[in-house]
């Protein structure tokens, strides 16, 4: 049903991406970023954007399912998106850190990195949005965990602990959990 409501604002996903077409779409990602890195978004205006929100819970679900290809598709797709728009959501930076954790799975260690210092540079703008605020930093704490030594990435992850059981005890963090769960034990 998302990705019905996604053709109609024109981001076309097939369920099950030919490699022409990923190709094709990756193509238009590296174009609209223009020798860009992908940290770019985190110096765009922050508006409110409902598609996102969408894209956010989509990206989250097929997350879950393990389809990456149709990850990965829709990520491009709503990078050019933003990047056509010259806007950004609060929305961006759990989008970006999922996105990070996918090519921790993927063991696309560089583009992981990158993703992970997008979402990191983001979070401190949307602090106040502590759902998406929470939800990005447990990704990004999740993905150093899993990309470098366990001593260099404990502080940073017992930070975002501390900042989500002072600021944000009445989020409900069950998918987060169980993100965590899945990205580690499969």
Same mark, same amino acid.
């Given at each position: ?16 991406? +030919?490699?022409?077409?990923? =190709? $094709? @779409? ?8 223009? *020798? ?6 985190? +110096?765009?205006?922050?508006? &409110? ?19 990456? &290809?149709? /990850?990965?598709?829709? *990520? ?8 056509? $728009?010259? +806007?950004?959501? @609060? ?8 996105? =990070?954790?996918?090519?921790v799975? %993927? ?11 997008? =979402?990191?540079? %983001? *979070?401190?703008?949307?602090? &106040? &949005?502590?759902? *998406? ?8 704490? %999740?993905?150093?965990?899993l ?6 990435? +404990?502080?940073?992850? /017992?930070?975002?602990y ?22 580690t034990?499969?």
């Amino acid at each position: 049903m998302g990705i019905e409501i996604l053709r109609n604002h024109g981001m076309d996903i097939p369920i099950s991406p +030919t490699k022409a077409v990923m =190709a $094709k @779409t990756e193509m238009k990602f590296k174009v609209a970023l223009r *020798n860009r890195p992908i940290s770019y978004l985190s +110096t765009l205006p922050i508006e &409110d954007d409902p598609l996102l929100a969408l894209c956010q819970q989509i990206d989250i679900c097929a997350l879950y399912s393990g389809k990456l &290809d149709v /990850l990965k598709l829709l *990520n491009w797709k709503i990078v050019q998106y933003a990047l056509k $728009k010259g +806007t950004i959501s @609060t929305n961006m930076a759990p989008i970006l850190s999922a996105l =990070a954790l996918m090519y921790v799975r %993927l063991n696309d260690v560089k583009r992981a990195n990158e993703y992970s210092a997008a =979402a990191h540079a %983001l *979070n401190p703008r949307i602090r &106040d &949005d502590k759902a *998406n605020y929470i939800q990005s930093e447990m990704c990004v704490s %999740l993905a150093a965990c899993l990309l470098q030594h366990f001593r260099s990435v +404990t502080d940073s992850f /017992l930070q975002c602990y501390k900042d989500f059981k002072v600021s944000c005890s009445c989020v409900s963090l069950s998918g987060i959990h169980w993100l965590c769960y899945k990205l580690t034990y499969q």
